[in-house]
């Protein structure tokens, strides 16, 4: 029998924003009842990134978010409102708001899997770039262009420059240019806009891997250049990967001087490869071997120097939305464990658990004043698909009085089913699948 426990007495510090995204809502219009917007609401996403939104029909395609969608001619004046098409944006925007969520802005253009380069060419000129990525924040935060006062705090500069070092010289995918160019560009632009901008959240660079990390942070601090936030990629099919490399580039930042630089894992899903498993990956990513991960990864990077986590992706139109059903928008099981960690933030403290087993994984919350309730989010992730045996786990919780409780399940037949349980003794016992979810709650 496993045995994890919760000191409900020993608080730890916020419940961090770990239920983040990658894009907004589907909104449905008169024409069609698809949609996913009351779902999507219900989540209560702090912060969903906007890359890759220009894939999204439904948000307006080509004609979204990406630099070369707002500002289409690079010649033209950029400081003439004529010279941008925020239309498209703005409803996007202005939808993911009605949701209850901000927008974490990225500069840049999606990824181009074409042969033929547009967005992420390095651009004619630097400082033109720079200046318009400022007009496009006036417009967003200062009402610029008949625009808005939406506060929106996250701005990043471009994404995954670093792929130019594995894609071949003549279909790079995300960076055209070379490594010192790009560190040029980012020096460029982020002093700009940190100068037009000094009470904004002023980061990037969005890498993908970290073979560029010591020499990009070495030229950060020969050009002092601010970073507010760094952010940073990981597929994985280990949680432990997530806070790994989480230690990992915090403790670059550290030894750079950026010891107050915030760190922020912007892309993350479950991936075996990118070539033979990589359907296999799909398919996990929707049913509850995908829900078991995400509760698993949310909880290491709790416990892990990881500020603000986002997953990849809540974008209807993407093998990558493992949340939502791509045809009918109804949730599938991995939607369940970003509710189920919304109902944690609801609370807002991290009280401490003591959990030395093995394939679990645990959060537990209350209220700052530690009179409310006492919520648990636990899961059982394994990628043995030969593991079978459920297991059964006692959560001890010192000082807690007898009485009912509360479970909903995530498993192979349950779709965060309400279960009943029972406080005896300080503990309650749950049986579990291998790849199960369940959020415990448990009156004061």
Wanted: charged share 25%; net charge negative; hydrophobic share 35%.
């Amino acid at each position: 029998m496993a045995k994890i426990i919760i000191n409900r007495e020993q608080t730890i510090g916020p419940i961090k924003p770990m239920h983040c995204v990658n894009n907004g809502p589907m909104c449905a219009r008169a024409e069609q009842v698809r949609g996913n917007f009351d779902t999507y609401k219900a989540l209560k996403i702090p912060f969903a990134r906007n890359h890759d939104a220009s894939f999204c029909s439904s948000y307006g395609g080509p004609h979204t978010v990406d630099i070369n969608a707002v500002f289409p001619s690079f010649d033209k004046d950029e400081n003439d409102p004529a010279s941008y098409d925020f239309h498209l944006t703005d409803e996007y925007i202005r939808n993911t708001l009605a949701a209850g969520t901000q927008t974490f802005y990225r500069l840049g253009s999606r990824i181009e899997h074409e042969t033929k380069k547009y967005g992420t060419l390095p651009p004619p000129d630097f400082h033109k770039w720079a200046r318009i990525c400022e007009h496009i924040i006036r417009h967003y935060n200062e009402g610029w262009a008949d625009g808005h006062h939406w506060n929106i705090r996250y701005w990043e500069i471009w994404n995954e420059a670093d792929l130019a070092q594995y894609d071949p010289e003549d279909n790079r995918l995300t960076w055209g240019g070379t490594q010192q160019q790009f560190f040029d560009f980012y020096t460029i632009a982020a002093k700009h806009l940190k100068k037009c901008f000094p009470n904004l959240k002023i980061g990037g660079p969005a890498f993908a891997g970290e073979y560029w990390m010591d020499a990009f942070m070495q030229h950060m601090v020969k050009e002092r250049v601010p970073i507010d936030f760094f952010s940073w990629h990981q597929y994985a099919t280990k949680p432990q990967t997530m806070g790994e490399k989480a230690r990992r580039i915090r403790q670059s930042l550290d030894k750079y001087g950026y010891k107050d630089t915030e760190t922020t894992l912007n892309e993350w899903n479950y991936v075996r490869n990118w070539t033979n498993e990589f359907l296999y990956s799909i398919r996990s990513m929707r049913n509850q071997k995908g829900a078991a991960f995400c509760s698993a990864v949310m909880s290491v990077c709790q416990d892990a120097p990881v500020d603000i986590l986002m997953y990849y992706d809540a974008r209807p139109e993407t093998v990558f939305n493992g949340l939502f059903d791509m045809y009918t928008m109804h949730p599938t099981p991995a939607y369940y464990p970003f509710y189920a960690w919304s109902r944690l933030a609801e609370l807002g403290t991290q009280v401490k658990v003591t959990n030395g087993e093995k394939d679990l994984y645990a959060t537990a919350a209350t209220t700052a004043d530690g009179e409310g309730a006492l919520r648990i989010l636990l899961s059982y992730y394994t990628d043995d698909d030969n593991t079978v045996q459920r297991r059964e786990v006692t959560l001890r919780v010192p000082g807690m009085a007898d009485g009912d409780a509360t479970g909903h399940v995530v498993d192979s037949g349950r779709l965060y089913t309400e279960i009943p349980l029972t406080v005896e003794g300080g503990a309650l016992t749950v049986k579990m699948e291998p790849n199960s979810v369940i959020m415990i709650e448990i009156a004061r």
